[in-house]
């Protein structure tokens, strides 16, 4: 797809502004009923999916052109794609999520780049991560583990670490904790340690699809040359990219985030508990594994006008609303934790509040990302319980960095981290 095939959607944008907000139905209080954080932000019109069509509409009918404005509109959203799911739920099948990645492939192809952007490309062009780091530490994080590594012996199943997981100190734990259990569950698993490279995913996201594209075919040639058939990872974007931005290219293996393969080992009976944690928690949909974790659907069709006005897709275009992300595994894990009582925020599932890390947006909007995350812990604080669990380390990043500013009280915890206290 192109910018261009979007053009119908620019178009038939009815200004309802409904994009800005989650479903009506599913409003439970004023205070959190938004659900783009970009114009919850900045405020103006056109940080909002309606102000993205109307930008790419103008610059497509060369009516205006790229300004420092133009680009800052264009970056400073987290791509958490709340204003997709709202589109497609209370208005029309509309695509704004598509158009704004397009949008951001067509800036960087005409060379409209944000410097802190290029910083980390450029770095992950010579060392293979996003965090900054030296190549040479990626496999650091499983060090004396006792695992496979994919390279020289065969495995089933590859576990993803992902940059995040592979570099931050503070959470790196938690990757070697599931390599654990899923190994002590009986999963034929392995690793590729220092020989991992970046998904590629936050690349996609910031516009830059041609590294994005790189670092897709060599974990996939690599998969395959270990006969793997199953790729797992703890990170929400690595899922998102294995799941529906590598199927589009080729790839075939299974994709599973890790609290869908614990999810499936503690219903089997092959992960049981013995302790109890007394905690009250409440649990953050990762936008990568929520509503975009839906697997993709291909489709190839094309665009037709009846009697020239109504537009219709043939065959049906998939629609992705969010319904089929993955919403139920890591809830039933922590129900099955013995002790553990979840509570629920007001935005959950397809319309939860992003973590704010995405889209480039902890790289270049610091403030931005900063904030959004802050909302969410307001929003989990006003549950009452006393840790916030995620099943992504940029969740989990963002939440602690939002805390450590605002000194709230609020814990913050991987389900993976919670399995593992009850073992
Ligand atoms: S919900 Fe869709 S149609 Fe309505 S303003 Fe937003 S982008 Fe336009
Ligand atoms: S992707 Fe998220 S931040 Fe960006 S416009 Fe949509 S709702 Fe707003």
């Known amino acids: 797809m192109a910018l261009e095939d979007y053009k119908a959607d620019m178009e038939r944008c009815s200004q309802c502004s409904y994009c800005k907000w989650?479903?009506?139905?599913?409003?439970?209080?004023?205070?959190?009923?938004k659900g783009c954080p970009s114009i919850a932000y900045n405020n103006f019109l056109s940080y909002s999916a309606r102000g993205r069509f109307a930008v790419a509409l103008s610059l497509l009918n060369s009516q205006s052109n790229y300004t420092d404005r133009v680009v800052d509109i264009v970056y400073k959203c987290v791509t958490c794609g709340s204003c997709d799911v709202s589109?497609?739920?209370?208005?029309?099948?509309?695509?704004?999520?598509?158009?704004?990645h397009e949008l951001r492939f067509r800036l960087v192809e005409d060379g409209q780049l944000l410097p802190q952007h290029m910083a980390v490309i450029e770095h992950l062009r010579?060392?293979?991560?996003?965090?900054?780091?030296?190549?040479?530490?990626?496999?650091?994080?499983a060090e004396e583990l006792d695992v496979k590594h994919i390279t020289s012996e065969q495995a089933e199943v590859v576990f993803h670490a992902g940059c995040r997981f592979s570099y931050d100190k503070d959470l790196r734990?938690?990757?070697?904790?599931?390599?654990?259990?899923?190994?002590?569950?009986?999963v034929d698993i392995g690793i590729m340690g220092k020989d991992e490279s970046c998904c590629g995913g936050k690349a996609y996201d910031m516009g830059y699809k041609g590294e994005f594209v790189k670092f897709a075919e060599n974990a996939t040639e690599a998969w395959t040359a270990a006969g793997v058939k199953t790729v797992v990872t703890s990170c929400a974007d690595c899922y998102h990219a294995f799941n529906r931005l590598y199927p589009p290219l080729g790839a075939k293996f299974e994709i599973l985030h890790t609290v869908q393969y614990l999810d499936r080992l503690i219903k089997e009976g092959k992960i049981k508990f013995t302790k109890t944690v007394p905690m009250r928690v409440t649990y953050h949909d990762p936008c990568h594994l929520g509503r975009q974790g839906?697997?993709?659907?291909?489709?190839?069709?094309k665009e037709k006008k009846i009697k020239g006005q109504i537009v219709v897709y043939e065959p049906r275009k998939p629609r992705y609303n969010g319904a089929w992300g993955v919403y139920d595994p890591p809830r039933d894990v922590l129900k099955s934790i013995p002790g553990l009582e979840l509570v629920e925020m007001?935005?959950?599932?397809?319309?939860?509040?992003?973590?704010?890390a995405g889209g480039g947006a902890r790289e270049a909007y610091p403030k931005f990302s900063n904030w959004t995350?802050?909302?969410?812990?307001?929003e989990a604080k006003s549950t009452g319980t006393e840790a916030i669990v995620s099943a992504c380390p940029w969740c989990e990043r963002n939440f602690t960095d939002a805390i450590d500013t605002t000194g709230e009280k609020m814990k913050v915890f991987d389900v993976i981290e919670l399995v593992q206290q009850a073992i």
Do not use: Q
Not at 126 to 141: L, Q, Y
């Open 346 to 356: 007001e935005r959950i599932r397809e319309y939860a509040w992003c973590c704010g």
């Open 294 to 301: 839906e697997p993709y659907v291909p489709w190839e069709g």
């Open 22 to 33: 989650i479903p009506l139905d599913h409003v439970k209080s004023w205070r959190f009923a």
């Open 87 to 100: 589109d497609k739920i209370c208005r029309y099948n509309l695509e704004p999520l598509e158009m704004m």
């Open 173 to 186: 734990e938690t990757a070697r904790t599931a390599v654990t259990l899923l190994k002590n569950a009986g």
């Open 373 to 378: 995350a802050t909302e969410r812990i307001e």
């Open 126 to 141: 010579k060392e293979d991560n996003m965090m900054m780091e030296p190549r040479a530490g990626r496999g650091d994080w």
